[in-house]
């Protein structure tokens, strides 16, 4: 592909991984990036394809150089069904090391598109350690994204080096993080992914020592953060731990209209201007929204504990349910038979509360002055995107980094209160008991404390947005970054 212009214009692939929760911060990272006139490469597998460019149409039509190119994705060679191409697809997590095994795979088809464009710099997602070895091949830098910010990063630096989880007797006993800045944070066992805790050598614990040698070898990370919201974990992960860095957050804040907002990930299950209307008809502040992400799962002994638990907390309240692969044994979209729901709840919440069976517009949601309590699995997209909007949270983690970004918003932040979540879980959240879902509910929604943590909220908010303004850090972090990959291709 020709350049375009009289000067050689800046040309980057973004190759996120396969999952929701990374591919939807990416798509905007790219839109950010062509904002800056720099030529935006997104390469996905086809089935990818479609929810790609549904998200990035409108910045197309404003004339951003937003490009998508599509490598097959291998299902039948690392033994997964076929169409099994997103991590949303995955239905048990005995197929976790296969999905894996099966993006290894797209080395070399990655390798045959940097060979045919030439891009000046590969931005690719951290569970893609070979990732770096290929952008050395072809002589441009590899940047790393990992989809999560600087405190998870760090905690999870530490943990791994000084393996502080050794040195308690129980599972349940707490130990400190150490060789953190900023105030103490305990954890425990329970709450730690199973695999940092293991000294067998499965295809995940390599794949993850992997990643972490590719980060030490990459030309740097790129960070979906703001200095604002994490400065001293952002100056110990660059000065202490050595990495180079560049925030570059909230990258969701560059979708400005309800139209983009509502266009970033999957179609909603519910018509946008539909959800809208029914949140002008509420008061400011007095609606709880309700949403655990893209991958996590619940049993309908959970489900019906959330519904009672809500409805005796006397919220308004919108809840996104999952349809579930297995837990809850849903059916359709309209399905009123659905064991989970208590009799006659829906009945009796109507007007009070509405049930989004499936995707919800989400950043639409949480942006509207209606809504002032956000129930999460603390998944960082969700907890960036909850911090945006300003409205104090209850914490719900399930899996992965979610319980370090816990106590960054807990602990750290002040501005949410956690459920009450003991334990580490692959998929299928621990179990809560409805006075507890009722009790954190009304914890966030009344009285002095959630005031108090919703003016906490709603003044990281107003920093979050002027960031991403000209002369806000992460607007300055980015033209930095551009620069600098600037001055290399030339």
């Given amino acids: 592909m020709a350049s375009e212009g009289q000067n050689h214009r800046l040309h980057i692939f973004f190759f996120p991984f396969p999952a929701h929760g990374h591919m939807i911060p990416t798509v905007d990272m790219a839109k950010l990036f062509a904002g800056r006139g720099v030529r935006a490469t997104i390469v996905t597998t086809p089935l990818n394809l479609p929810l790609i460019s549904r998200s990035i149409q409108e910045s197309i039509a404003l004339g951003l150089a937003i490009n998508l190119v599509s490598i097959k994705f291998p299902c039948a060679e690392a033994g997964l069904p076929e169409g099994c191409e997103n991590a949303d697809a995955v239905s048990s997590y005995s197929m976790v090391p296969?999905?894996?095994?099966?993006?290894?795979?797209?080395?070399?088809?990655?390798?045959?598109?940097?060979?045919e464009h030439h891009p000046d710099c590969l931005i690719a997602g951290s569970f893609f350690p070979w990732a770096?070895?290929?952008?050395?091949?072809?002589?441009?830098?590899?940047?790393?994204?990992?989809?999560?910010?600087?405190?998870?990063?760090?905690?999870?630096?530490?943990i791994t080096a000084h393996q502080p989880f050794k040195?308690?007797?129980?599972?349940?006993?707490?130990?400190?993080?150490?060789?953190?800045?900023?105030?103490e944070i305990q954890m425990t066992r329970k709450i730690l992914p199973s695999f940092f805790m293991t000294d067998e050598d499965t295809f995940l614990t390599r794949m993850f020592k992997a990643a972490k040698q590719s980060v030490v070898k990459s030309f740097g990370v790129v960070v979906n953060s703001f200095y604002e919201l994490e400065g001293i974990y952002a100056d110990h992960y660059k000065k202490v731990l050595g990495r180079k860095a560049w925030h570059i957050g909230p990258v969701s804040l560059c979708n400005t209209d309800n139209k983009e907002k509502s266009y970033r990930g999957k179609q909603a299950s519910m018509d946008a201007q539909d959800c809208l209307k029914w949140l002008d008809s509420k008061k400011p502040n007095s609606v709880l929204y309700i949403c655990f992400g893209s991958r996590s799962d619940f049993t309908e002994n959970q489900l019906r504990e959330i519904a009672m638990g809500l409805e005796a907390s006397g919220q308004n309240f919108i809840w996104v349910v999952r349809k579930s692969k297995k837990g809850n044994k849903e059916e359709g979209d309209g399905d009123q038979d659905e064991g989970w729901?208590?009799?006659g709840f829906e009945k009796r919440i109507e007007g009070k509360g509405l049930i989004i069976r499936g995707w919800a517009p989400q950043v639409l949601i949480l942006d509207h002055e209606a809504t002032g309590g956000f129930v999460t699995h603390c998944g960082w997209n969700s907890t960036l995107e909850g911090v945006s909007a300003g409205v104090p949270m209850v914490t719900w983690p399930v899996s992965a980094e979610q319980f370090y970004n816990e106590k960054l918003i807990t602990e750290v932040l002040r501005i949410g209160v956690a459920v009450g979540v003991k334990k580490w879980v692959?998929?299928?959240?621990?179990?809560?008991?409805?006075?507890?879902?009722?009790?954190?509910?009304?914890?966030?929604?009344?009285?002095?404390?959630?005031?108090?943590m919703r003016n906490r909220a709603k003044k990281l908010a107003r920093m979050a947005r002027e960031t991403v303004e000209e002369g806000g850090s992460s607007y300055s972090d980015l033209n930095s970054l551009i620069e600098e990959l600037a001055d290399l291709s030339k």
């Fill in 98 to 115: 296969a999905f894996f095994e099966a993006t290894t795979m797209l080395q070399e088809p990655l390798e045959q598109l940097l060979r």
């Fill in 132 to 158: 770096t070895d290929s952008a050395t091949k072809f002589g441009i830098p590899r940047i790393v994204f990992h989809g999560t910010g600087f405190f998870p990063l760090c905690v999870s630096e530490s």
């Fill in 167 to 183: 040195d308690v007797v129980s599972d349940s006993d707490p130990f400190v993080i150490p060789n953190l800045p900023g105030v």
């Fill in 341 to 343: 729901l208590p009799e």
């Fill in 426 to 452: 692959p998929v299928v959240g621990d179990y809560i008991e409805k006075e507890a879902v009722g009790k954190a509910v009304k914890a966030i929604m009344e009285g002095e404390e959630a005031e108090e």
